[in-house]
């Protein structure tokens, strides 16, 4: 009775062992997805507007196939389509850093592992933000780090003008900006920045000088404010 009892228990146990194998129940032999890894290595950073492509793999203890998916979180950029392939080519949309994540899955067993890369979407800016021109002096924009195209605009064309190159010319005695606008490339968010333009008021002092016929010199004092 004994003798019986030992072997149905143990073809019992023998039935569960084969049993959690074939459901994949994880730390059993089934957990086959080793590893997961993202090209390139290194958090990326890109302009707003800006792409990058990245490629993943993965590796498979138990031979085979993987499946993949790609998700973004951070709200930053975009995922090209489609988003279920080895690679992806992610869009910078606004200044900021988003998450990357690559799921690979075991088709065999459903198990899964993952990996992760940061993508740093970073802003356009100046070379210099401000200058002062006395009039008719100029001076070049220099805008940086951006995509798509750049337009110019002056606050007071009295003050300053700016050429559709970003030359900008002094007229006149005053303060103005000049906005420097972007519209990136792949539908990312239009930046603005502001190029401070101050030219000086020129004054002579006195601004009258009788000279009598006896006189060999005047004194004339130039101020600039």
Same mark, same amino acid.
């Given at each position: ?10 073809? @019992? ?22 590893? @997961? ?84 979407? &970073?802003?356009? =800016? ?19 780090? =951006?995509?798509?195209?750049?337009? =110019? ?5 009295? @003050? ?14 005053? &303060? &103005?900006?000049?906005? @420097? ?34 006189? &060999? ?9």
């Amino acid at each position: 009775m004994k003798k019986t009892i030992f072997v149905k228990a143990t073809a @019992v146990l023998t039935m569960l062992a084969l049993a959690l194998v074939i459901t994949g129940i994880p730390g059993t032999a089934l957990a086959t997805v080793d590893s @997961v890894s993202i090209t390139p290595p290194a958090s990326s950073s890109i302009p707003v507007g800006g792409q990058v492509t990245l490629s993943g793999s993965a590796t498979l203890s138990g031979g085979g196939t993987p499946t993949y998916a790609w998700t973004e979180s951070g709200s930053h950029s975009s995922l090209s389509s489609p988003t279920t392939g080895t690679s992806v080519t992610v869009t910078g949309l606004s200044v900021g850093d988003s998450t990357i994540r690559l799921t690979a899955t075991d088709p065999s067993d459903s198990t899964t592992d993952y990996a992760e890369q940061t993508i740093s979407v &970073t802003a356009m =800016y100046l070379t210099s933000s401000s200058i002062t021109l006395a009039p008719g002096s100029t001076s070049q924009i220099v805008p940086n780090n =951006y995509t798509g195209t750049i337009t =110019y605009g002056t606050g007071s064309s009295a @003050v300053a003008t700016v050429s559709s190159s970003g030359l900008v010319t002094a007229v006149g005695s005053g &303060t &103005t900006n000049i906005t @420097v606008t972007n519209t990136p490339a792949h539908g990312g968010a239009t930046q603005t920045l502001t190029y401070a333009v101050t030219v000086p008021t020129v004054a002579i002092s006195p601004s009258s000088q009788t000279i009598s016929a006896a006189s &060999t010199s005047v004194t004339v004092t130039l101020n600039v404010t």
